[in-house]
């Protein structure tokens, strides 16, 4: 069925309360994100981001005439989508959550939105899933996201290679619903640009030892070695073992690359270079600094995606006055799109006030959303190169 238009320790413990005690007036939110697996470095800021959005809320007093939203922490694993959906499953029917911000992982969110989500009526803002599968899930249109799709990156990625006098690359994908479609995304692309692909070559999470996967690559000529994997798990891996045997010393990169645990590596990054989402807008600019305040780094990958995810779904809350998931789904693109008051980041009590006075807001957040049909939004890029041990932004696209 096409859609609508609206459309720290985890291992054992998959929900877990991190705000406070509990109150009877409380509004549950669930934040299900990879606390553990290829993506733990990251998902610590990207929860943060989520929950700073949530305090500023339930600090302003505003939301829904005093009430607090109560933040519940779970953990999606990234890659094992059972876990994933029976952690989704005890926030929903347990917890008694009234919305979910995540999953992270496209796999992940694919599960628990068709199995969990959906049958429930639960309203779903991942801040990172970025499958162009997930633009068509059928899942009875609860499904949205603050990231924009990798049909998307995989272009943009592409004219930024050739644009640097990259004519042939080796490409080695994490064998996902994530790494898969980015790859043949971005191989459509290059060659299109006349661009050679040497090799193109999946590679599994989890291993040792990346050295065959490694020497099969670079047999192929490629000089570069664009890698579409997880910045603590298999790409990693293939990094590593390509800096060891001197196989590659130049590496592209995509979101879930970009990650400072990266940069820990044993070896020299240096000129490496890739994409991740995010903004110059000036909504970008006050998250960063209200971040800054809340001690995250704001810059972080998807960490603005994360708290325009709870914005929204407070927003959403306020818009139709009721914590009923039936009206968050009715109102998240309602509070996300045109018409209405501009909304940034720390203006949450502001939106909540026009909301509460029968006014319309247009949440743009720090990464400048505005949903589509899908729950799609098409957010922005920027170009990040590798130099002096830091991620340094380049430009923006």
């Known amino acids: 069925m096409q859609k609508t238009f609206k459309k720290t320790v985890f291992a054992t413990v998959a929900a877990t309360i991190i705000a406070g005690s509990v109150h009877a007036d409380d509004i549950k939110v669930g934040v299900i994100l990879g606390f553990t697996g290829p993506l733990e470095s990251l998902t610590p800021a990207m929860a943060g981001g989520a929950e700073m959005a949530f305090k500023e809320v339930s600090d302003s007093g505003k939301l829904l005439g005093g009430h607090a939203i109560l933040p519940m922490r779970a953990d999606s694993t990234c890659i094992d989508a059972a876990a994933a959906t029976a952690a989704a499953e005890r926030l929903v029917n347990s917890d008694k959550v009234v919305a979910i911000m995540g999953a ?27 499958s162009p599968g997930l633009s068509t899930i059928d899942d009875n249109g609860v499904f949205f996201r603050t990231a924009p799709s990798d049909a ?28 898969k479609p980015l790859a043949e995304s971005f191989i459509n692309a290059f060659e299109a640009l006349d661009g050679q692909v040497s090799i193109s070559a999946a590679h599994e999470d989890g291993k040792a030892d990346y ?15 664009a890698v579409f994997g997880y910045v603590d798990q298999g790409g990693r891996g293939i990094i590593q073992s390509s800096l060891d045997t001197d196989a590659f010393d130049r590496f592209i990169l995509a979101d879930g690359m970009i990650g400072n645990s990266l940069l820990t590596i044993d070896g ?21 600094t209200l971040a800054s305040d809340a001690g995250l780094d704001g810059t972080g990958m998807f960490v603005a995606h994360s708290y325009d995810a709870a914005a929204l779904i407070a927003l959403a809350i306020q818009a139709g006055g009721s914590t009923e998931r039936a009206s968050i789904v009715a109102n998240l693109a309602k509070v996300a799109n045109t018409p209405g ?57």
């Open 104 to 130: 992270d992982c496209s796999g992940v969110s694919g599960a628990i939105a068709k199995n969990v989500s959906a049958p429930n009526g639960v309203p779903m803002v991942s801040p990172s899933s970025t």
């Open 152 to 179: 998307r990156q995989g272009q943009l990625l592409a004219k930024i290679v050739k644009a640097r006098g990259i004519d042939m690359v080796a490409v080695t994908y994490t064998n996902n619903d994530y790494g």
């Open 211 to 225: 050295s065959a996967e490694v020497g099969a690559l670079s047999a192929s000529g490629a000089k570069a070695l």
């Open 341 to 397: 008051t501009v909304i940034l980041p720390g203006e949450l009590a502001k939106g909540l006030e026009i909301l509460a006075s029968g006014g319309s807001v247009n949440y743009e957040g720090a990464t400048i959303i505005e949903f589509d049909e899908n729950g799609d939004t098409n957010g922005a890029y920027k170009e990040l190169e590798i130099g002096d041990g830091q991620f340094n932004t380049v430009k923006y696209h």
């Open 268 to 288: 020299d990054l240096s000129g490496s270079f890739g994409t991740g989402p995010g903004s110059q807008s000036s909504g970008a600019e006050i998250f960063n």
